[in-house]
């Protein structure tokens, strides 16, 4: 029963994380196209969108089972 807890909490928390991932994909497109942005700025948000998908990716192993080869 908790294993079954862990997992929706480890699959809401990865719909958490690509919804932000893609909220900040929007913002940086739309900051570029906006042509008035400072370059730390956008450094930044292409930073947290890298430790996103970092994240992501680290959650989406962690759903994976454990498969012994």
């Known amino acids: 029963m908790a294993e079954i807890d862990e997992q929706e909490m480890?699959?809401?928390r990865l719909a958490h994380l690509k919804s932000e991932h893609?909220?900040?994909d929007l913002a940086i497109d739309a900051l570029v196209l906006s042509?008035?942005?400072n370059t730390l700025q956008?450094?930044?948000l292409k930073k947290r969108k890298l430790t996103l998908k970092d994240q992501?990716?680290?959650t989406e192993n962690?759903?994976?089972?454990?498969i012994i080869a």
């Open 10 to 12: 480890l699959k809401a």
């Open 22 to 24: 893609s909220d900040l």
């Open 42 to 44: 956008l450094q930044r």
């Open 56 to 58: 992501i990716f680290a």
């Open 62 to 66: 962690s759903l994976l089972p454990d």
């Open 35 to 37: 042509g008035n942005y």
